[in-house]
Structures are given as structure tokens and as C-alpha cells.
């Protein structure tokens, strides 16, 4: 075969879904990002900072962990923030954020706020060398930088395990990739911070509302709404590495990066603590309970749909060139999402009613040597 005709990888353009979705449905992620706030520097020594974060969507969740940092800066000083995410992230969402928590971010006008938005893969130099204090990141990491070409069709369990194989490949070299290039942007004695999602070791088992997503995408090929082919090319270019996966890029780095700590924790969707309120408050009244779980059903996978759609219109336009795959959804592709999510929310009610849905989350703070 010509190497001209050989698939190749391409670039894992997604997106959050628009239009504000994101924000308004990632409150999990929100939870993720604040378990990380003990690991912050005292930054009362300083009255000129830059800060970046790293992957920050719609930017609803980068704000608090932001307003705690610059909390320690002694007035009149100067924070230069960076929100970094891809070309196709909606940063005029991100800019509207940004704008209304203005006053929170500069403490009443006692620091000078300078905030811009870099629409650039992380994968890439996203600031000038050694120019930034403190990078950020939380719940981005795990997306890989390629989307790579299909592999050969087979039955679907046999798939996902070669998919886990190739993508924990990728997942080494492109952590290495992004530690190196922190490195020439982070200033020695900076630090970088960041939280990613991640798997304990030894667990496969993807969690309720992953399950019950897979099991809507077979009842729809099951009932012709979707064919085999978009199903296969359903391959997310992420992965969720153990801790000891990512100790691995740490030790080949470590002329570059010291961990000063690390942990794990497993966050559970607030939806659940909710419901867990509103079962009790119900006290057995048979409607009230199945009102609760069908809102908890409803806020789990609209948290996952905000995060997967993209995926789902990729795996619609399967068998289109790579610029196609980037235009505007179409009136049906927005209809589909829909019936997948209504489906997804149906099936989560009939056979996972009531799970919890939790995150495993990996945290660390690496200093620039
Ligand atoms: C799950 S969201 C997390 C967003 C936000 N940090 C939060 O905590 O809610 C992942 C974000 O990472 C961004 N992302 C993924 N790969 C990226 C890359 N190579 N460069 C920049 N951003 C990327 C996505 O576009 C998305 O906005």
C-alpha cells in the first residue's frame, strides 16, 4: 500500500457543546477543580503575576480556583490570566464569564486584572519562554492530542480494549509532550497545578452514566437511527491514566519538574448529594421519588452529553473530510443529539436509576526545578 493511501492521525479538534451548555452542566467538574486548592502558594510575596490556565472551556469553573489564588496577592497588584482551550471552544462564552465575575477576579478593584483568551492547543507553546508564575489545569489533560485513524472493525468489547491499549500509548508520550512544554513556559520556581481525570488502578469499569450512554448508542443502531460505522468511529481520543502512568512521564522529566504532592480522590456529581436530599425529604411519597431520580437522571447526562456531543457529531459526519467534520451542526445532527440524550436519559432511569456517578481524580502540583 502507497504510504499516500495509509490513514493518518488527525487533529482531535473537540469542543465542550456551545452556547454556555457547558458551563451550565459541569458542575462535577466544578467540585474536581476546588479539591485542588490546597495544594495553592501563598502568593502574598508577590505584586506581579501570570497565570494560566490551561484547557478552560467555557470558563465557569476556572473562576473560583482563579479568585483563591490572586486571594493572597497584596492589593494594588498586578495578575496578567491567560484562558487557554482550542480554536473550536466558544470563547465568546468564555468572554461573557470572564465579564461577570470581573469584580470578584480584581477583589473590588484593588488588584489590576489583565485577563486574555489564547485559542491554541496545549500541545503547542501557548505563552512566551519563562514567562508564566503558576500553569492550571483541571479536567483537560486527559484529552489526547490526535484523533487516530479507526481501527479495524470488531466486535465492540474487542475494540474498546485495543482502543485502551493504543490510547495509554498516546496518553505517555503526549503527558511527556505537555510536561516539556510547561516546562519552557513555567519559570523555575513556578509551579504547575493541576488536576486530570483519572482511573484507579486496576479499574475498567466505566461509570453509570458512561454505561448508559453505550447502551443507548446499540438501541439506536438497533432501530436505524445510527449505523454500524458511526457507532465504530465513536473513538474518543481520551484516556484515564492511573497514577502510576503518570509517575512514569514525572521520572523522565525530573531534571525539569520536582512533585511536590500528589493524591487521588473520587468526586461524586453534587447531583447526587441532591438526591440523596430529596429521597429523604420525600419520606416514601412514591411521586416525589420519581420526580428526584428522573431530575437526577436528567443532570447526569446532561453533564456527560455536555462533554461527549462533539464526539457524537464526529461519529455522524463518519466518512467525511476532515474540514466537513468542523462546520456547523445541521438542524438534524442537533435533533439527533437530542434523541440520544432523551434515550441515554431513559436508559440510565430503567437500569441504572439512581447511581451514583463519580469521577476518579488525579491531582498534583509539580514545581519548575
Ligand atoms: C472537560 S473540559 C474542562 C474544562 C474546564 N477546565 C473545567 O474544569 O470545567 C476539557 C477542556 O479541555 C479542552 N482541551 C482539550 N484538548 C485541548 C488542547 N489540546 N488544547 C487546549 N484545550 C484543550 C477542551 O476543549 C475542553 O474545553
Redo the contacts with the bound molecule.
Keep these: 500500500m502507497s504510504t499516500l493511501s495509509q490513514p493518518r492521525p488527525t487533529e482531535?479538534e473537540?469542543?465542550?457543546r456551545g452556547s454556555g451548555y457547558?458551563n451550565k452542566n459541569?458542575s462535577l467538574?466544578?467540585v474536581?477543580?476546588l479539591s485542588a486548592v490546597e495544594l495553592f502558594p501563598d502568593l502574598s510575596h508577590k505584586s506581579r503575576l501570570t497565570l494560566v490556565?490551561?484547557?478552560?472551556?467555557q470558563g465557569?469553573?476556572?473562576i473560583a480556583p482563579i479568585k483563591q489564588l490572586l486571594s493572597t496577592l497584596p492589593d494594588g497588584s498586578s495578575a496578567h490570566i491567560i484562558f487557554?482551550?482550542?480554536p473550536?471552544?466558544d470563547f465568546s462564552a468564555l468572554a461573557a464569564t470572564i465579564k461577570q465575575h470581573g469584580r470578584e477576579l480584581d477583589r473590588n478593584r484593588s488588584l489590576m486584572i489583565f485577563p486574555s483568551m489564547v485559542p491554541?492547543?496545549?500541545?503547542n507553546p501557548v505563552t512566551s519562554p519563562t514567562s508564566v508564575d503558576i500553569g492550571v489545569?483541571?479536567?483537560?489533560f486527559n484529552?489526547l492530542?490526535y484523533q487516530q485513524p479507526l481501527l479495524p472493525a470488531s466486535d465492540l468489547a474487542t475494540l474498546v480494549k485495543q482502543r485502551t491499549t493504543r490510547n495509554a500509548k498516546h496518553a505517555h508520550s503526549d503527558l511527556v509532550k505537555l510536561l516539556r512544554l510547561r516546562a519552557a513556559e513555567i519559570k523555575p520556581g513556578g509551579c504547575f497545578i493541576f488536576a486530570l481525570g483519572g482511573r484507579v488502578a486496576g479499574n475498567q469499569s466505566p461509570n453509570a452514566v458512561a454505561q448508559a450512554m453505550m447502551v443507548a448508542i446499540k438501541c439506536m443502531v438497533e432501530n436505524g437511527t445510527l449505523t454500524q460505522e458511526q457507532m465504530i468511529a465513536l473513538d474518543p481520543p481520551m484516556y484515564e491514566r492511573s497514577m502510576e502512568e503518570c509517575d512514569e512521564a514525572f521520572t523522565k522529566l525530573a531534571a525539569l519538574w520536582t512533585v511536590e504532592r500528589k493524591f487521588e480522590r473520587i468526586v461524586a456529581h453534587p447531583a447526587y448529594v441532591l438526591l440523596q436530599e430529596k429521597k429523604a425529604e420525600a419520606c416514601g411519597n412514591e411521586a416525589e421519588e420519581i420526580k428526584a431520580s428522573r431530575e437526577y437522571a436528567s443532570i447526569v447526562v446532561d453533564w456527560i452529553v455536555a462533554?461527549f456531543s462533539w464526539f457524537f457529531v464526529k461519529a455522524l459526519r463518519a466518512g467525511v473530510d476532515e474540514e466537513e467534520q468542523l462546520k456547523t451542526w445541521t438542524s438534524s445532527e442537533e435533533s439527533l443529539l437530542e434523541e440520544f440524550a432523551k434515550m441515554t436519559k431513559e436508559v440510565f432511569l430503567t437500569s441504572f436509576q439512581d447511581q451514583k456517578v463519580e469521577f476518579c481524580y488525579l491531582y498534583f502540583k509539580l514545581s519548575r526545578n
Aim: proline share 0%; aromatic share 20%; charged share 10%.
Design positions: 482531535n473537540i469542543a465542550m457547558y459541569s467538574q466544578h474536581g477543580a490556565d490551561y484547557g478552560c472551556s465557569a469553573n476556572s487557554n482551550d482550542r473550536y471552544n491554541i492547543s496545549f500541545y489545569s483541571w479536567s483537560s484529552y492530542e462533554s
